[in-house]
Every structure is written in C-alpha cells, then in structure tokens.
C-alpha cells in the first residue's frame, strides 16, 4: 500500500484524538470545580442563575435562591463555582465607590468636547422670522392669499366633478 492513500485516514484519527482529548480536558475541569465548591460559595447555574451554596450532596446541591427560597439542583446543573468578591459585586451591586449617584453623564456631546463657547447656531429666532417678514413686500403677501384661494376653489371643483362621475356611473 501507498503512504499517500494512507495519510488521509491518519490525520482523521490524528484529529478525532485531539478532539476527545480536549474534551477529556474540560470535564475533568468542569468535575474538579464542582468539587471544589463549599457551602456558603456563590455559584452559577446552565441557566443563569445566581445562588449561594447551602448544601452539597451526592449528586445534587441545595442553593439559596433568596433569603429563604431554597432550590435543589443537580451538580452537573452548576456552570460556575464565583469567587465571593465577585458573587457578591454581581448579586449586591457595585461598591459604593462606583454608585450611579457619583456618575455624571452628560446631556449631549458638547459638554464632552472643548469648554470654547463658539458654538454655531443653525436655528432661526423669532426675531429673524419677525424681520424676514417685514421685508417681504405687501403685493407678495396678496399674491400669496390670491394663489390659496385659487387652490381651494380647483379643490372644490375636482371634487364636485368626482361626485358627478359617481352618481353618473350609478
């Protein structure tokens, strides 16, 4: 036989072997962190969970939920065995040196940037809406009130003639 015919079949087994030997890996990790838990540790469930280890069993763990809501879940139920600095800042909240009451969060991006005060300002006041209309002259606003007239009397009419064409296709 050929060792070019071969070597396909060897990296195969070469690849089937690395992957259970890695998978051997993590459950030996994931069983010797379950072991590693004692009662009173925060733990992490599959689901999500946060609880506080009350007691440890054969094959189950009883956590408390709660204050007095207790729960019975198996071992392989428990994802992660948290230290009890960080059960705590993740059940309790931040420390109080990182309380939201300290943290300021400013209402827009300017306050972010440079304290110069040139800020451009692209609205129109009331006083430059005053002055374009005194400027405007008095036949523009005659031709103006002339124009919507004429459009609510075309509106009338086309109106009128759509009632005229129902009545007479009926």
Known sequence: MNIVTLL???????VMFM????????QRQALQMRESMQP???????????AAVKEIRDDTVLL???????ALYSKNAIQAVLETEEYERIVHGA???????DTVVPDDIS??????DSKVDLG??????AEEASEEEPEAAADETESDED????????????????TDSK
């Not at 075309?154 to 064409?165: H, I, L, N, V």
Request: hydrophobic share 25%.
């Open 8 to 14: 396909p079949f060897i990296l195969i087994l070469g």
């Open 19 to 26: 992957m259970s030997r890695s998978n051997k890996n993590r």
């Open 40 to 50: 009173g540790m925060g733990v992490r469930t599959i689901g999500g969970m946060y």
């Open 64 to 70: 408390e939920v709660s204050p007095g809501t207790h």
């Open 95 to 101: 420390p109080e040196e990182l309380s939201p009451e």
């Open 111 to 116: 306050s972010l940037t440079s304290e110069d």
């Open 124 to 129: 129109k006041s009331a006083a430059d809406d």
């Open 151 to 166: 459009l609510a009397e075309t509106d009338a009419q086309s109106k009128e003639s759509k009632r005229k064409g129902d």
